[in-house]
């Protein structure tokens, strides 16, 4: 098989898988789909959730330094005017004049035609403004009119002052902050990782001018070890050249992740000046600068962003994890068991017994009292079909342990516990499951 074909075959794989097992469910699938959407189902909720609820504990609760916001997504439109993205957040746009199909003018190569149909008739490049325009209120005037956010970040510049007025912080210090952004893509695709709507997790972290080269090389560090952390590998740091970068930026550093499709994007950092404060402070009239009580000076810091895309980051760890075994028999994503959705499947080693049963489901209970509440320690419950299937059942949805209860447990109260990654199976009494897994996971 040639490396396209197999890469186009692991995405059909991982796609399909996803469906299946209740990942990722195509957007408003039974009305026909609504191009560049996609819904996480219930496994890809805790996966996602786990993701997040990493992320947030690296990089706020863990840190002195970096305070968390949730902001609104919409907001006043002059937010959008200062920050220069209704001038400047623009792809170029060309239509093939023979088949129709739409392209983004710097993601192909015009001189070469058309990439659906071959035939070269572009119509010339058109600029595309990608944010969601809306209204707010009853009438659909101009005065209401707004923009659903195309960044997380305006929400936390807009709230730099009430974050220094309130939390009383020294630089360099951060404002980070997960959720929604919307971008009306020209063209959405290879799955998760182009979007109309998709969830950011970013970071503005406020420096001296004097040292934003210093904090640009340790993001950039942390961001790499953020990803090894959650098993994610083959990462390629791409300097983006003068043209390439976003308004606002004197250095961006792309973070590409090996994709079945190629190289591409994962995150970004982004030195992004005192551009945004600055036109912030400008548009709004409002003050807002730092006072450094050392120097008794009153200045607009500069700032550095890392962001990171949730759902790529999502669709990075299925294509890191995605394994084949046993000519193709056994699929086993090798999630790291903290960010699994289901940490561990309970079974009892026959259905129809009933003392088994029994004892099987007070296993099952006693694991989800103590575990879920506090640590978001999914088990689940199978008693379908034979032992052999329910392995491979949850090898394919990445549950790091299955615990069966066997007739051996009812005589000395030890179960089995096998694992994921080797297969190998553990006796463990149930008495030691709870620090068992509590061990592992940290
Ligand atoms: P691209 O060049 O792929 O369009 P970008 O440079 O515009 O991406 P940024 O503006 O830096 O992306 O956005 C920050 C992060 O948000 C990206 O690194 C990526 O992880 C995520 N992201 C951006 N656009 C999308 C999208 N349409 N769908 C899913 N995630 C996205």
Redesign the pocket.
């Known amino acids: 098989m040639n490396k396209e074909a197999g890469s186009k075959n692991l995405m059909d794989k991982i796609v399909s898988l996803a469906k299946r097992r209740g990942f990722i469910y195509p957007g408003s699938e039974i009305y026909g789909g609504l191009a560049g959407t996609w819904d996480y189902g219930p496994l890809g909720v805790e996966l996602k959730n786990n993701i997040k609820k990493e992320w947030w504990k690296r990089f706020v609760q863990g840190r002195d330094d970096v305070f968390g916001v949730d902001t609104a997504i919409l907001m006043n439109a002059k937010v959008w005017e200062a920050s220069g993205h209704l001038k400047n957040f623009v792809d170029p746009m060309v239509d093939c004049r023979k088949c129709k199909a739409r392209f983004r003018a710097d993601k192909i190569d015009v001189s070469k035609g058309c990439p659906e149909c071959g035939i070269k008739d572009f119509t010339p490049p058109r600029s595309f403004n990608m944010m969601f325009k809306t209204f707010v209120g009853p009438v659909e005037d101009t005065a209401s009119e707004t923009y659903l956010r195309p960044?997380t970040a305006q929400g936390m510049f807009i709230n730099f002052k009430n974050v220094i007025d309130s939390m009383h912080p020294k630089l360099p210090f951060g404002i980070a902050q997960i959720g929604k952004a919307f971008?009306n893509?020209i063209t959405?695709g290879n799955f998760i990782?182009?979007?109309r709507e998709?969830e950011?997790m970013e970071i503005e972290y406020f420096v001296k001018a004097s040292d934003w080269k210093k904090y640009f090389e340790e993001w950039l560090k942390e961001m790499h070890n953020w990803a090894e952390s959650i098993g994610i590998s083959k990462i390629y740091d791409r300097e983006v050249p003068d043209e390439e970068r976003?308004h606002y930026s004197e250095r961006t550093v792309d973070l590409d992740f090996d994709f079945p499709f190629g190289k591409?994007?994962?995150?970004?950092i982004a030195y992004r000046t005192d551009f945004d404060l600055k036109s912030h402070a400008e548009k709004s009239g409002v003050d807002i600068l730092y006072y450094d009580e050392e120097t008794k000076e009153r200045f607009i810091p500069r700032v550095i962003e890392p962001?990171?895309?949730v759902?790529?980051t999502f669709l990075a760890a299925l294509v890191n994890s995605y394994a084949e075994e046993d000519g193709g028999k056994r699929v086993v994503l090798k999630l790291p068991p903290k960010i699994s959705p289901i940490k561990a499947a309970v079974f009892p080693l026959l259905a129809n017994k009933e003392n088994l049963v029994t004892k099987a489901r007070r296993v099952y209970d006693s694991l989800k009292d103590s575990m879920v509440h506090d640590s978001g320690f999914i088990v689940a419950w199978d008693d379908r079909g034979n032992i052999g299937k329910r392995y491979y059942a949850q090898d394919e949805i990445g549950t790091p342990w299955c615990v069966t209860i066997d007739f051996q447990t009812l005589e000395d109260d030890t179960v089995t516990v096998r694992d994921r990654d080797t297969a190998k199976q553990e006796r463990i009494s149930v008495q030691e499951l709870i620090q068992y897994f509590s061990e592992r996971l940290k």
């Open positions: 960044e971008r893509e959405p990782f182009r979007t998709f950011q976003a591409e994007e994962l995150y970004g962001t990171f895309g759902d790529r």
